[in-house]
């Protein structure tokens, strides 16, 4: 099969379609001014790497990953000027930035490059290139895949060594023979989206995987790559799924030499998927995963085996106070959430809605206090499913009038769904179905044939 290296075709203003149903409302306005900065400075920009992934398998989008044939730092402090967005990090190296806008989508801005690595795990050589050449350096054809988003071609999709085709058949593939020799963070990378996605690993990428392993690779990740991975293990939906697979693989020491066997706290790191999936698919929840996530991870280490590994991770302030903090603050949200005047559904709601997503998770972990446990888990299974039901047209269909009251009126009224004081509306009946003829060549009206399931689909988020 020869591999599509661009593909235009009718299809072309399907992916645009694709990508505007897939974002959020929120990182679609943040994609909106990407472009039109682009557009302003005249730049070639591309969705990339795992955000392509997400939108064409059908994953929700994590974070919007973008690339520019140009100077990207420069790009990213041109959108962080307005004040609408900070830089996160910028790796002067491979000339890259990480922004996170006000309304909190995260957005990874990378320059168009070629990377030659003189020896494994080394600082590769880096230069501009094309978007093209920069995805036959990626790690796998799943990740190398590109949407033009310039003005001239938007909607082409660049796919040179067949992602798409590997996403449909659930394979993770290596783009180039040398991928976990090049860069060998990679061998990790493979075993955590194979985690994330329940792929399959393609015979060929085996073979490399097992060569790499035979030459001791992992031995030359860098402690920053590992620093790395590690925070992006702590994002991922199932981490223990991940450290449990790590182990088996006998990769899990990398990060610290005392994780292992009961060490690795698997039996917390499985409640705690437990507790993350009680959230319901759809709603705002949001959590800082990275304080919970060293929580319990370090949970069954020696004091000195903790701090050595912490020490090692270079928390930065922010990372250590979420840590270090963790057990306080929800040691006080606890207390809060036994207050008596938390009596009604309505009251648990509004006071849960403002609270940080990881105290709760931690809560739900660690409380030994019935009534908090029971108001958490009412929250995720009882309260968010019914808000979430309520509409807008409900809300229409009373009476009420759109406008600047519209916002304060449905939380009233979410609030009375909640304490039972408003019963959910009865659907109106669907109009009578016409006598079918019994007897004769019956053929079915068109209008009657169910409308095709949508292509792709948006599974929960990720917590
Ligand atoms: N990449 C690579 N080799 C690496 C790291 C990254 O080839 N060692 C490429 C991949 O194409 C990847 C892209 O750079 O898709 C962006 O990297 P990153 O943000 O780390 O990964 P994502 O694919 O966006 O994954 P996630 O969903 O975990 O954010």
Redesign the pocket.
């Known amino acids: 099969m020869f591999p599509r290296i661009l593909e235009r075709s009718s299809t072309m203003s399907d992916y645009m379609f694709m990508l505007d149903s897939h974002l959020t409302a929120d990182q679609s306005r943040v994609a909106a001014e990407v472009q039109a900065k682009a557009v302003e400075q005249g730049l070639n920009l591309f969705l990339?790497?795992?955000?392509m992934?997400?939108m064409l398998g059908g994953f929700p989008i994590?974070?919007l990953?973008f690339t520019v044939e140009g100077n990207a730092i420069k790009f990213a402090k041109l959108l962080a000027a307005k004040g609408e967005a900070e830089i996160l990090s910028t790796d002067d190296h491979k000339k890259s930035a990480e922004l996170l806008f006000s309304n909190g989508v995260t957005v990874?801005i990378?320059m168009a490059r070629t990377e030659r690595y003189g020896k494994p795990g080394a600082r590769p050589v880096v230069a501009p290139a094309t978007m093209h050449e920069d995805l036959r350096?990626?790690?796998?054809t799943i990740?190398?895949m590109a949407l033009s988003l310039h003005k001239a071609s938007r909607g082409l999709l660049l796919d040179p060594t067949n992602g798409q085709a590997d996403l449909e058949r659930k394979e993770m593939r290596t783009?180039h023979n040398y991928?976990f020799y090049d860069?060998p963070?990679?061998l990790l990378?493979l075993l955590?989206?194979k985690t994330?996605l329940n792929f399959a690993i393609e015979e060929r990428t085996q073979m490399q995987y097992a060569n790499a392993r035979e030459a001791e690779m992992e031995t030359k990740i860098p402690v920053e790559?590992l620093n790395?991975e590690l925070r992006?293990i702590a994002?991922e939906p199932d981490p223990g799924e991940l450290l449990r697979v790590l182990e088996e693989e006998k990769l899990a020491h990398l990060f610290s030499s005392a994780l292992a066997g009961t060490k690795l706290n698997l039996p917390t790191f499985q409640r705690l998927h437990k507790a993350r999936q009680m959230v319901p698919s759809g709603s705002e929840f949001t959590a800082q995963n990275l304080g919970l996530f060293l929580n319990v991870l370090v949970e069954k280490l020696n004091p000195k085996e903790k701090a050595a590994l912490i020490k090692r991770l270079e928390l930065t302030k922010a990372e250590l106070a979420q840590w270090q903090k963790l057990d306080a603050n929800a040691k006080k949200l606890e207390k809060e959430l036994k207050a008596p005047k938390l009596n009604r559904a309505s009251a648990v709601y509004r006071f849960l809605k403002a609270q940080p997503g990881e105290l709760m998770l931690y809560l739900l972990l660690r409380s030994q206090q019935r009534l908090v446990v029971d108001r958490i888990k009412n929250y995720f299974t009882k309260y968010i499913p019914i808000a979430l039901e309520v509409t807008d047209r409900d809300l229409l269909a009373t009476g009420i009038e759109p406008g600047p009251k519209f916002a304060k009126a449905k939380e009233d009224y979410i609030n009375g769904r909640l304490d039972g004081r408003i019963k959910k509306p009865i659907p109106p009946e669907p109009p009578p179905t016409p006598p079918q003829s019994t007897g004769g060549f019956a053929r079915r009206s068109p209008a009657a044939t169910p409308a095709p399931a949508p292509t792709t689909t948006t599974p929960s988020k990720p917590v």
């Open positions: 990339s790497g795992g955000a992934r997400d994590r974070d990953d990874e990378g350096g990626r790690d796998f990740n190398a783009v991928a860069d963070l990679r990378r955590r989206f994330r790559g790395l992006k994002d």
